[in-house]
């Protein structure tokens, strides 16, 4: 199955620097995006290195390797914990990256599977005909006791921890969520840093997608319609649709 690919990243309207990195080629088949934590430097540094470690690691597999589901999903937990392992190494070596650390999400494209990778609080959605459906799970604060039942999601104290993680890479011990998912025709995968979902509801990000021309178009509209709503925060994007 052939696919569209397209992505944008903003550093917002408040912050003066932007931590989030991206990567994607559709040669490769593989998108990521992470949002970095720690600072100017160290966000910066553990998102660019998650994402240099990830691809680099799923740009070893060969053309045949690509038609084994194991092969790729095995490859896609390797990188990501060899990202860990980079992002650790660093900081124990530079004390001004002591506490850096990154979200990652991530999709691998097989012919007719996508395999998803995700590590924190950004998410992948996917985009059918006529529904978005979050396929990621927040690793956050505010998501578990959501999940728990133990709090009101439109509550003043889930805005008052929503930037509390639980897991992230360049912690000591991470685990990794991997789903494999059916590759449908027309689907789009949206993958995206907090400062689109915290300003951006999955209702606009639908009817966005649906209605631009094309998946550039649909990227600079939802990081405009994120900045519109005040730009909080670093916006990155990224969009996949698989055609026949």
Sequence with gaps: MKLEMAALTHRGRVR???EDSLYFDIRDRVMIVCDGMGGHAGGHVASELAVQVVSNGLRQLRASDWNDEDKVIE???AAVFGANDHILS?????TALSDMGTTIVGCAFMRDRVITVNVGDSRIYRIST????????DHSLVG???RAGLLDPDSDEAALLGNIVTRALGMEQVTIDITV???VP????????DGLSDLVSDDDMYEIV?????????????VDLANQRGGIDNITVALTRSVN
């Design 130 to 137: 006529d529904t978005i459906e979050q396929v990621s799970e």
């Design 181 to 183: 998912e059916d590759l």
């Design 210 to 222: 649906q209605r631009s021309n094309n998946l550039e178009q649909a990227c600079i509209a939802l």
């Design 90 to 94: 660093r900081s124990r070596v530079d």
């Design 75 to 77: 490859s896609m937990k």
């Design 144 to 146: 578990e006791r959501i």
């Design 16 to 18: 003066d620097h932007n």
């Design 186 to 193: 027309g689907d789009v995968y949206l993958l995206c840093s």
